[in-house]
């Protein structure tokens, strides 16, 4: 038996349904920027309450094609200092400064306060990553202060497809929001981005910027320095067709994140995720904290031998200020973004997981928690 890290969910009905339309694009040689790009960000657009939609090649260059619109040149953008390496790599890629803020305890994402305290006259814009797919419900806070500020706000909803606040959802709450669909994705196109964003501006800078900055797509006159960052219609289908699925792969990561609640409620110590009053997260990762003391990798290492359940992949075991690459940063002092970093797991959640799965896994942590941590 045993529950893997991570299980990539395409049924028998969505494979074929992938097939025919690569057979069809196949035989029109409409094999970028085609119909099922067009319908893939109408779709994602919908699914979001989002005006626009632009799908490019990745999430990364999601986040710096905004960046480049907002032009970033030679100024700061505040990110957290927990998050993936992409955050802060398209803000250099884009010729800004990154500026690294520490996170909230509960929501693992920046606060106000945190924000506030790296805020400078130099400061061009603040990429608020949902972590784990929870949209923090100080989101709206965030947005007033960098509207005083004249800063745009920026999502990287990365984690976040479909996830909402007050009823609104990723991607709606700044100047654009950034999504991801490499394929440990919630939702996946194999590789590929999306860009929402209310401005008609945005859209069009957008659309430049993925086509080799080119003024029109017939036109070979280059009028931005964008790049090679399409999303091709193969990648669009399969995007397509996942996303049908997004409202039922939330439903049971949510069921599956609900019974980890009750499940692992006894465990001295343990934090497990709370998801405040109006958010409604889906559950990308269900980030619980160890107690402090715990060696992380013993605990993995004896839920994976004694029980054959894979945890998975950590959002994030290292800050940014101490990944090797960020060097320049090492001395920065982000106390709690070093504690989460330190002492989170994340359980496995699959979008088509079962009870006895989700079972298994309750009693492997219990288990190793009481051997470990009790
Ligand atoms: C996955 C991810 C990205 C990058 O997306 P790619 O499609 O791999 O370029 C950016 N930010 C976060 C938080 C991510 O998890």
Same mark, same amino acid.
């Given at each position: 038996?045993? #529950?893997? =890290?991570a299980r990539?969910?395409? !049924?028998?009905?969505?494979?074929?349904? &992938?097939? *025919? +339309?690569?057979t069809?694009?196949?035989?029109?040689?409409?094999?970028t920027?085609?119909?099922?790009?067009?319908?893939?960000?109408?779709?994602?657009?919908?699914e979001?309450g989002?005006?626009?939609?632009?799908?490019?090649?990745?999430?990364?260059?999601?986040?710096?094609?905004?960046?480049?619109?907002?032009?970033?040149?030679?100024?700061?953008?505040?990110v957290?200092?927990?998050?993936?390496?992409?955050?802060?790599?398209?803000?250099?890629?884009?010729?800004?400064?990154?500026?690294?803020?520490d996170?909230?305890?509960?929501?693992?994402?920046?606060?106000?306060?945190?924000?506030?305290?790296?805020?400078?006259?130099?400061?061009?814009?603040?990429?608020?990553?949902?972590?784990?797919?929870?949209?923090?419900?100080? #989101?709206? =806070?965030?947005?007033?202060?960098? !509207?005083?500020?004249?800063?745009?706000? &920026?999502? *990287? +909803?990365?984690?976040?497809?479909?996830?909402?606040?007050?009823?609104?959802?990723?991607?709606?709450?700044?100047?654009?929001?950034?999504?991801?669909?490499?394929?440990?994705?919630?939702?996946?196109?194999?590789?590929?981005?999306m860009?929402?964003?209310?401005s008609?501006e945005?859209?069009?800078?957008?659309?430049?910027?993925r086509?080799?900055g080119?003024?029109?797509?017939?036109?070979?006159?280059?009028?931005?320095?964008?790049?090679?960052?399409?999303?091709?219609?193969?990648?669009?289908?399969?995007?397509?067709?996942?996303l049908r699925?997004?409202k039922?792969?939330?439903?049971?990561?949510?069921?599956?994140?609900?019974?980890?609640?009750?499940?692992?409620?006894?465990?001295?110590?343990?934090?497990?995720?709370?998801?405040? =009053?109006?958010?409604?997260?889906?559950?990308y990762?269900?980030?619980?904290?160890?107690?402090?003391?715990?060696?992380?990798?013993?605990?993995?290492?004896?839920?994976?031998?004694?029980?054959?359940?894979?945890?998975?992949?950590?959002?994030?075991?290292?800050p940014?200020?101490?990944?090797p690459?960020?060097?320049?940063?090492?001395?920065?002092?982000?106390?709690?973004?070093?504690?989460?970093c330190?002492?989170?797991?994340?359980?496995?959640?699959?979008?088509?997981?079962?009870?006895?799965?989700?079972?298994?896994?309750?009693?492997?942590?219990?288990?190793?928690?009481?051997?470990?941590?009790?």
């Amino acid at each position: 038996m045993g #529950v893997p =890290a991570a299980r990539i969910v395409f !049924d028998e009905s969505d494979r074929r349904a &992938v097939a *025919d +339309a690569v057979t069809e694009m196949l035989s029109t040689g409409a094999l970028t920027l085609g119909p099922w790009t067009e319908r893939f960000e109408e779709a994602f657009a919908t699914e979001h309450g989002a005006t626009h939609a632009v799908a490019v090649a990745s999430g990364t260059a999601a986040l710096e094609i905004v960046l480049r619109a907002i032009d970033v040149r030679g100024r700061d953008v505040v990110v957290p200092a927990v998050t993936f390496y992409a955050t802060a790599a398209a803000v250099v890629h884009a010729g800004g400064r990154p500026v690294l803020a520490d996170i909230d305890p509960d929501t693992l994402a920046l606060s106000p306060g945190t924000v506030e305290a790296v805020l400078t006259p130099a400061t061009a814009a603040v990429v608020l990553v949902h972590i784990g797919g929870l949209i923090t419900p100080h #989101v709206d =806070a965030l947005r007033a202060l960098c !509207d005083r500020r004249g800063i745009p706000l &920026v999502e *990287d +909803a990365a984690h976040a497809h479909g996830s909402s606040y007050d009823g609104r959802a990723a991607g709606t709450f700044g100047l654009a929001g950034a999504f991801s669909f490499y394929p440990t994705k919630v939702t996946t196109s194999g590789e590929g981005g999306m860009i929402l964003t209310e401005s008609a501006e945005i859209r069009d800078e957008a659309r430049i910027h993925r086509d080799q900055g080119k003024g029109a797509f017939t036109a070979n006159h280059h009028i931005r320095h964008g790049a090679s960052w399409r999303m091709s219609e193969p990648n669009a289908a399969v995007g397509t067709v996942h996303l049908r699925r997004l409202k039922e792969f939330l439903e049971t990561r949510r069921r599956v994140a609900r019974r980890y609640d009750a499940g692992l409620a006894g465990l001295d110590g343990l934090r497990t995720p709370v998801e405040p =009053a109006g958010c409604r997260s889906n559950y990308y990762k269900y980030v619980a904290l160890l107690p402090p003391g715990v060696d992380r990798a013993a605990f993995k290492r004896a839920v994976a031998e004694g029980h054959g359940v894979r945890l998975s992949g950590e959002v994030y075991d290292l800050p940014l200020h101490h990944q090797p690459v960020f060097a320049e940063y090492r001395d920065a002092r982000l106390p709690v973004s070093e504690d989460v970093c330190a002492r989170q797991i994340c359980l496995p959640v699959h979008s088509d997981m079962t009870e006895d799965e989700t079972d298994q896994v309750i009693e492997a942590v219990s288990a190793v928690h009481r051997r470990l941590a009790g």
